[in-house]
């Protein structure tokens, strides 16, 4: 039981940031981007990012500076991005250091060793090389990369649904 109608941490809706409040409320996919560092594999949940077709096709992505994942990627000039899935959420959280992980996040799911970096075992995938020199833009990290190699998994819920945030909730999105 609980004495408040609404959360009694969070500002009433004229002190909240708005930018923050409109980012919100635009759709993004959850992804989990991995890269071999010299201290072994490192991950970090991004859900700002940009697949730019092109020859070849380019992926921008808003990394946050201060994580392993980070250090990881710029180092190897090498990522791989994991389209998440509904049955993901806890490693959504857990990669963002929302949740715990006990023994880290590489025990609470099966994943497949590329170039680029760990995949999740079933999930579509792309393996990107990071070009240019990251910028900061906001609060974070603008990084961009050729994708090298695309797995696109077909046929099966399990490869082909996409996790997605909308109002800081996952919510699950089929887009077929």
Do not use: C
């Amino acid at each position: 039981m609980t004495i408040h109608s609404d959360h009694p941490f969070i500002p009433p809706p004229h002190e909240r940031n708005q930018a923050r409040r409109l980012r919100g409320r635009l759709p993004a996919p959850v992804t989990l981007w991995t890269a071999i560092g010299e201290d072994g594999p490192a991950a970090w949940t991004v859900s700002s990012l940009l697949v730019a077709d092109g020859e070849p096709p380019e992926v921008a992505g808003l990394l946050k500076e201060s994580t392993d994942l980070y250090d990881a990627a710029l180092a190897s000039r090498r990522a791989a991005v994991t389209l998440l899935g509904e049955e993901h959420r806890h490693l959504a959280d857990a990669a963002a250091e929302l949740a715990p992980a006990p023994g880290g996040i590489w025990r609470l799911a099966e994943f497949a060793q590329t170039e680029w970096g760990p995949v999740l075992a079933g999930r579509s995938w792309f393996g990107v090389r990071i070009v240019g020199t990251p910028e900061l833009i906001g609060w974070n990290v603008l990084a961009r990369g050729v994708i090298e190699r695309i797995e696109i998994m077909d046929g099966s819920a399990r490869g082909s649904d996409t996790l997605g945030v909308l109002r800081g909730r996952y919510r699950n999105w089929p887009f077929e």
